[in-house]
C-alpha cells in the first residue's frame, strides 16, 4: 500500500485580553479531547501542534494551529477523515482551515475551510469546504 501525507494548519485570528485568552484555551481543550496516537484513530492529539504565541499584527493576532500525519492509503478512509476533520473544526473558533493530502496515485488535493462570518463559534454550522486537485505526472 502507498503512504499518503496530510498536514495543513487552522488559523485564527484573535484580539488581545480575555477573549484571545478564552478562544486559545477552548481550541485547546478541543485538540486534546482527541484521542492518543496509541490507539490508532485517524485524528489524534499528538498530530496537532499549536503555535506557542501568536504573531503580533498591531491590534490582531493569528494563532496558527499545524497538524500533520502520514498514513498508508488513507484516500480509501477520506470521507471518514474529513467527517472526523469537521466534528473537531465545529469545537472551535476559526477564520479558515487548509488541508493538504498527497497521495502516490491520486495527486494532490487541498481542502479548505471558510466561513460566511468573520469567524467560526463552537458548535455553528456556518462552514463550507471546497477541494482543489492538482496531479503532477514525472517523466
Known sequence: MAESIVYGC?????????QAHERRLINRSV???L?????????SREM???APAAVDLDEVHTDVIHFGSSYKAIEHEWNTWI?????VLRGMYWVSATVHLE????????????TDSDFHEPN???MAMRCEWTHETSF
Not at 467527517?83 to 466534528?87: A, G
Open 10 to 18: 487552522i488559523r485564527d485570528m484573535v484580539g488581545g485580553g480575555d
Open 31 to 33: 485538540m486534546e479531547s
Open 35 to 43: 484521542p492518543s496516537a496509541d490507539s490508532w484513530p485517524l485524528l
Open 48 to 50: 496537532f501542534a499549536p
Open 83 to 87: 467527517k472526523q476533520f469537521e466534528r
Open 103 to 114: 497521495t502516490l496515485y491520486n495527486g494532490i488535493h487541498t481542502f479548505v475551510w471558510e
Open 124 to 126: 455553528s454550522s456556518n
